[in-house]
């Protein structure tokens, strides 16, 4: 089993930037798919990003192209989402999410991802 502990998020005014982090318990952390979904209040689950165990295959949603970033860092078996330019639309519950299969492209399936974090809010203000 898995655990995700996200962190980093917070109330940010429209225009300014957080960094919201995942940290993994998994031993083979460098083999695992990892992403970000997110859901706001009254709306469906969707998918902001992923990055695969090469961190060139990386996906985003069209929401999060240009303005938001994955990376991650394998030494501390963590991601990170950079979200920068956010817009109040952007309020969400945002979830680490990780997978053992890491396809090519990465998966934006949220079927695709096995361990899911409890989440971490972003509020943004207008």
């Known amino acids: 089993q898995v655990q995700l502990a996200e962190s980093g998020g917070g109330l940010v005014q429209a225009g300014g930037s957080l960094r919201v982090s995942c940290v993994a318990s998994a031993r083979t952390f460098n083999n695992y798919a990892m992403g970000w979904f997110r859901q706001a209040p009254g709306k469906e689950r969707e998918f902001v990003a992923a990055i695969g165990w090469n961190a060139g295959n990386i996906q985003y949603a069209d929401s999060a192209k240009g303005r938001f970033t994955i990376s991650r860092d394998n030494a501390k078996k963590a991601v990170y989402l950079q979200l920068n330019s956010l817009k109040p639309e952007d309020t969400a519950v945002y979830y680490c999410?990780?997978?053992?299969?890491?396809?090519?492209?990465?998966?934006?399936?949220?079927?695709?991802?096995?361990?899911w974090g409890q989440g971490t809010q972003v509020t943004v203000s207008s």
């Open positions: 999410v990780a997978s053992q299969w890491s396809s090519m492209p990465v998966s934006a399936a949220p079927r695709a991802y096995e361990f």
